[in-house]
């Protein structure tokens, strides 16, 4: 009974994937420095939020609601609340789960022991041994000419910026045919 249980488990192990990094999982937003979520984004605090949808979805979406006609749709976005004029950028980001698939790892390292190849080519594992699979964010930083981040805890705009960036962030998940949204403003 113990020796068919450990190998129940030995099959299990072998069957399964080593993660190496797990992209994070936001039910509904985050505020948090650009640069800590991801690298390449700048050190501003940031609304972030994951995209299910296409990628070019949001870029269409801000570009038919603040009707842009493709021209600085990524940078220098107006809005207004409160009688007071604000400005948005937004960055598509990917951020990928990573795992390293243990039962390939162990064919591809007998078959190159088997055939004794210096160029031997993996055959199961994917290239570069890891499995990759991508998680898309959108990242929204606010500032206006009185403040350089309203999204900053000490931003005197915090809370009203925030409120219009959650119904806008709502109101992007639940359209899917932006040219209504010209319609409802």
């Not at 190998?7 to 992209?23: E, G, H, K, N, T």
């Amino acid at each position: 009974m113990k020796k068919s249980l450990s190998y129940v488990f030995l099959l299990i192990f072998i069957q399964s994937c080593i993660p190496i990094r797990i992209a994070p999982n936001i039910s509904d937003y985050k505020l948090t420095t650009g640069k800590k979520f991801k690298r390449n984004l700048p050190k501003r605090n940031m609304f972030i939020f994951e995209d299910p949808k296409e990628a070019g979805h949001f870029y269409d979406y801000v570009n038919i609601k603040f009707q842009l006609n493709d021209e600085d749709v990524y940078d220098d976005v107006p809005f207004v609340v409160d009688g007071i004029q604000y400005f948005f950028a937004f960055y598509e980001t990917e951020i990928q789960d990573k795992s390293i698939p243990i039962l390939a790892a162990l064919m591809d390292v007998a078959l190159s022991r088997a055939t004794s190849s210096d160029d031997y080519e993996p055959v199961f594992t994917p290239k570069g041994g890891v499995y990759r699979k991508g998680n898309w964010y959108i990242a929204i930083e606010v500032y206006s000419d009185l403040e350089k981040d309203c999204l900053g805890e000490n931003s005197f705009s915090r809370e009203v910026v925030l409120k219009y960036l959650r119904s806008l962030k709502d109101e992007y998940l639940s359209t899917h045919n932006y040219n209504e949204i010209v319609l409802k403003n």
